[in-house]
Structures are given as structure tokens and as C-alpha cells.
């Protein structure tokens, strides 16, 4: 969790500031509700939930959750446990009839490493590397300050794990699911011609197989009868809901008089 944490902390810190060095009360941050409108955004945080706790449960239930003996670079260290890592996706919405729009999005919403060990031999670890991807087609609405928008809408739901066993040929799942998601965004900075924004995505899908995979060890090499030390991570279904939660930076292209005027946008950045 520490990953999520520091990403969350550094994002509201950095808006915090920046919104104290901006003023929002700008003559142009304004835009109207009633014109048709363009955004181009790049969102990224944390992510919570997804199948950290289905996959932790049975490398527990595979004995590969016993603890590791300590080494050169640290103590001993109780499996199973995840590491996280941030989230980020890229999305275009159109907004054609005042407040509502459409938006098409797309990126990775859970991405983690779960690590197991199991005491045999000389031990066996396992690392098992999760990501859901996802892409999505939403019903966008604004309300009436443009500040505060809701989507929803459904989901094509990408999920891969591979055991990260050092082999270039590592044993890997991959599954495809239809899903849905829900979520909400609130401007923080709004410019007429760019915004920031913090959002909440909430993602389901139905649960999906993995496994198994299997880890292995011999002892004994040279003699007639060497051993052969093996942990298997047994098949599973895993949770793909997550809950997403980060900062948003966008670009906003409005219409006006019925014309798009990204032409204007490129002159002011190019005023001397």
C-alpha cells in the first residue's frame, strides 16, 4: 500500500498548492453548459481492491505462505504479500448536447505483484504479476457548473497474470471479460482552455480463473537419486472489481459560433 499512498498524498498535496497559486475566479475559466465541447485527459493514481485478496488467500491455501528466512538484504519475511504499483489511463470525451456527452477511455485500472513462499527444500518463492486493463464507452453528464460530472457505462475487461519465474517463456494467464464502470470527477483548476480534476472510477466485471503455476527446486545434482521440490499455486477464481482513485489533466477544446477552434488554442501557446 505504501506506493498508493505516497502517489495519493503527493496528488492532493500538489493540488492543494496549485490551486493556491491559481484563480479559479479567472475571467475564463468559465465555460458555458450549453456549448458543445471537446476533452482530451491523462488520469493517474491508485487503485484498490482487484485481486489481491483472492490471490493472497490461496497462496496461502497452496502453502505458499510460510515465512522466508532471513538474508543479505533483510530479515525474515511473512508470504503471501502484494506489492502495488499506480494506475494511469488516457481518455477523449465529447459533450454535443449541453451537459451530456459521451467519453471513450482506456488504460490499466489494477496492477500488482503478489509474492508467496513455501519452506521446502531451500525454499520455493513465487511471484505472480496481475494487470486488468480496461476499455471503456461511457454516458458522460455534466451538472449545471461544469465542475462536477458522473459516467457510466460498459466495460472490455483485459485480465493477465504471469509467474515471474525469470524464464522468457514464463507461464502466463490471460482472460477477457465484459464488465462495467461508474464514476465521478470534480474540476479543481478550470481554464477555459485546460482543467485538472480529481476522479473516483468505480470497475466490475465477473470473477475469472487463473492458475496453476508451479515453482520448483532440485536437490541432490550428481547423484543417483536427486530430489525434486515442488510448489504449485493451485487454480483459482479472482475478484476483477477495483475502485480507482487519482488526478486528472486535461485539454478542452469549446465551440464557439459552432466552430472548434483549436487553431487559437496553438496561437496563444506561440504569442510572443
Known amino acids: 500500500m505504501k506506493p498508493y499512498l505516497s502517489?495519493?498524498?503527493?496528488?492532493?498535496?500538489?493540488?492543494?498548492r496549485f490551486v493556491a497559486a491559481q484563480s479559479i475566479s479567472d475571467g475564463d475559466s468559465r465555460i458555458s453548459n450549453n456549448s458543445k465541447e471537446f476533452n482530451f485527459s491523462f488520469y493517474a493514481g491508485g487503485s484498490f481492491l482487484g485481486a489481491r485478496n483472492d490471490m493472497e488467500s490461496n497462496m496461502s491455501a497452496s502453502s505458499l505462505g510460510q515465512t522466508s528466512p532471513?538474508?543479505?538484504?533483510?530479515?525474515?519475511?511473512?508470504?503471501?504479500?502484494?506489492?502495488?504499483y499506480p494506475i494511469a489511463n488516457i481518455e477523449a470525451a465529447y459533450y454535443f448536447i449541453g451537459a451530456t456527452?459521451?467519453?471513450?477511455?482506456?488504460?490499466?485500472?489494477?496492477?500488482?505483484?503478489?509474492?508467496?513462499?513455501?519452506?521446502i527444500g531451500i525454499g520455493n518463492y513465487m511471484i505472480l504479476k496481475s494487470e486488468i486493463w480496461s476499455v471503456s464507452l461511457d454516458y458522460s453528464y455534466r451538472f449545471k457548473d461544469n465542475r462536477n460530472s458522473f459516467f457510466i457505462g460498459p466495460s472490455y475487461i483485459v485480465h493477465h497474470v504471469k509467474h515471474d519465474n525469470g524464464s522468457p517463456n514464463a507461464p502466463q494467464n490471460k482472460n477477457i471479460k465484459l464488465g462495467a464502470n461508474i464514476g465521478y470527477s470534480i474540476?479543481?483548476?478550470?481554464?477555459?482552455?485546460?482543467?485538472?480534476?480529481?476522479?473516483?472510477?468505480?470497475n466490475w466485471a465477473p470473477k475469472t480463473e487463473i492458475g496453476p503455476f508451479v515453482a520448483e527446486h532440485q536437490l541432490g545434482f550428481?547423484?543417483?537419486?536427486?530430489?525434486?521440490?515442488?510448489?504449485?499455486?493451485n487454480r483459482t477464481k479472482v475478484s476483477l472489481v477495483c475502485l480507482n482513485i487519482g488526478l486528472c489533466v486535461g485539454l478542452r477544446i469549446a465551440a464557439e459560433n459552432g466552430k472548434y477552434h483549436f487553431t487559437r488554442i496553438l496561437a496563444l501557446k506561440h504569442k510572443p
Open 187 to 202: 474540476q479543481v483548476v478550470q481554464k477555459k482552455h485546460w482543467f485538472m480534476a480529481f476522479k473516483a472510477i468505480y
Open 7 to 16: 502517489l495519493l498524498i503527493f496528488l492532493s498535496v500538489f493540488s492543494v
Open 70 to 84: 532471513a538474508g543479505w538484504f533483510g530479515g525474515a519475511k511473512d508470504h503471501p504479500f502484494t506489492r502495488g
Open 101 to 119: 456527452g459521451i467519453s471513450l477511455n482506456g488504460g490499466i485500472i489494477n496492477n500488482i505483484e503478489v509474492l508467496g513462499y513455501q519452506d
Open 222 to 233: 550428481g547423484t543417483s537419486n536427486p530430489e525434486t521440490y515442488t510448489s504449485v499455486f
